[in-house]
């Protein structure tokens, strides 16, 4: 499956955003999809995941009850809303798609081109 990230921008603290991931190829709803960040000079790390059927969802506890993670298989794309945007969110986000129910980057294995969130005080 072949992912494209999209939805990015600059935003004041406070702010929102709604991130997009578009998936074209094999089969889409038999993959979980996630979505990881990078911050400039840090690892990558994972941010958000739904399973499959979108009845499951996990966050990293830094975006509880401030992101939302969802997908609609019909139009093949998950969306993560960002809400109460901190300067520490800034970072290139990635959304990838996995067979696994996983946080590990590992278990992913397509992964999209990711967009870019700058979140300014």
């Known amino acids: 499956v072949q992912l494209q990230a999209s939805g990015g921008g600059l935003v004041q603290a406070g702010g929102s955003l709604r991130l997009s991931c578009a998936a074209s190829?094999?089969?889409?709803?038999?993959?979980?999809i996630g979505w990881f960040r990078q911050a400039p000079g840090k690892e990558r790390e994972f941010v958000a995941r739904?399973?499959?059927?979108?009845?499951?969802?996990y966050y990293v506890d830094s975006v509880k009850g401030r992101f939302t993670i969802s997908r609609d298989n019909a139009k093949n794309t998950v969306s993560l809303q960002m809400n109460s945007l901190k300067p520490e969110d800034t970072a290139i986000y990635y959304c990838?798609?996995?067979?696994?129910?996983?946080?590990?980057?590992?278990?992913?294995?397509?992964w999209g081109q990711g967009t870019q969130v700058t979140v300014s005080s």
């Open positions: 739904i399973a499959w059927s979108g009845g499951n969802a």
């Open positions: 190829g094999r089969p889409f709803n038999n993959h979980a």
């Open positions: 990838a798609a996995s067979l696994y129910w996983s946080s590990r980057e590992t278990d992913f294995l397509s």
